[in-house]
């Protein structure tokens, strides 16, 4: 097998339709077997377009593509690293690896030496590989019955001063 082509760039307006479409196809087919529907809509609406053009705006969201295709993206903003999606179909083959090396190394040029993060239980493992630290395990009611968990986490990418 070889390599797949991958063209990492900086998000812009024009991407936000499929960027929206991405983050919501992989929260369809990635979490729906882990959360509870309410918590479905909880992810949709945190994820929704404006939040996605305001944090590009206030941060840096990355955007890859494979063969022409929207097949990955990424945000920092400030310490915070948020909406890395993967389409299901690209999963494990280190494509959000290389997203996160691509964020981290940002951050660490704009002199952040420390990241933080809030993983869903599907991303959990993965952020963990990446060297991020457990911080705490968190739990949401968003509806009657229905609980949202995630796990907030960090990672120190450099020594501070």
């Known amino acids: 097998m070889t390599a797949e082509e991958l063209t990492i760039r900086r998000f812009c307006p024009s991407d936000l339709g499929a960027v929206y479409a991405l983050v919501c196809e992989?929260?369809?087919?990635?979490?729906?077997?882990?959360?509870?529907?309410?918590?479905?809509?909880?992810?949709?609406?945190?994820?929704?377009?404006?939040?996605?053009?305001?944090d590009a705006a206030r941060g840096h969201t990355l955007v890859v593509f494979s063969g022409g295709a929207l097949v990955a993206?990424?945000?920092?903003?400030?310490?915070?690293?948020?909406?890395?999606?993967v389409r299901a179909d690209r999963q494990w083959r280190g494509i959000g690896k290389k997203?996160?090396?691509?964020?981290?190394?940002?951050a660490l040029a704009a002199g952040?030496?420390?990241l933080d993060l809030s993983a869903s239980l599907p991303a959990k493992d993965f952020?963990?590989?990446?060297?991020?630290?457990?911080?705490?395990?968190?739990?949401?009611?968003?509806?009657?019955?229905?609980?949202?968990e995630y796990y907030e986490m960090a990672k120190q990418l450099a020594a501070s001063d």
């Open 26 to 54: 992989t929260i369809d087919t990635s979490y729906v077997a882990v959360y509870p529907p309410r918590a479905i809509d909880f992810f949709h609406d945190y994820h929704e377009r404006e939040i996605v053009v305001s």
């Open 73 to 85: 993206t990424g945000t920092r903003v400030e310490t915070n690293v948020r909406r890395v999606f």
């Open 127 to 148: 952020y963990v590989h990446l060297g991020y630290e457990i911080l705490s395990e968190e739990e949401e009611e968003v509806a009657p019955g229905q609980h949202l």
């Open 112 to 114: 952040i030496a420390r």
């Open 99 to 106: 997203v996160m090396a691509e964020l981290e190394a940002e």
